[in-house]
């Protein structure tokens, strides 16, 4: 019985990733949006107010899975 080098790997490479995405990403999507919405460029208002409308989405998504976790996924 030994360890398996490879599902590991990939199993830590999952967790970097959802962790970078959940934890700074949405932060950085946050901070793009809010940095667009402040040029004088043409469209940057609309893709501002469409990044903090993903965070909003974003951030709605993790209340419901924190309150119908259970429901959702069983565990």
Request: hydrophobic content about 55%; glycine content about 18%; some cysteine.
């Amino acid at each position: 019985m030994g360890i398996d080098f490879g599902a590991l790997a990939i199993a830590i490479a999952s967790v970097l990733g959802v962790g970078l995405l959940l934890g700074a990403g949405i932060p950085l999507i946050y901070g793009v949006g809010i940095r667009s919405l402040e040029s004088e460029r043409p469209g940057s208002t609309l893709l501002g107010r469409s990044l903090l409308g993903l965070c909003v989405l974003l951030a709605l998504a993790g209340i419901v899975v924190i309150v119908f976790g259970k429901q959702l996924f069983g565990i």
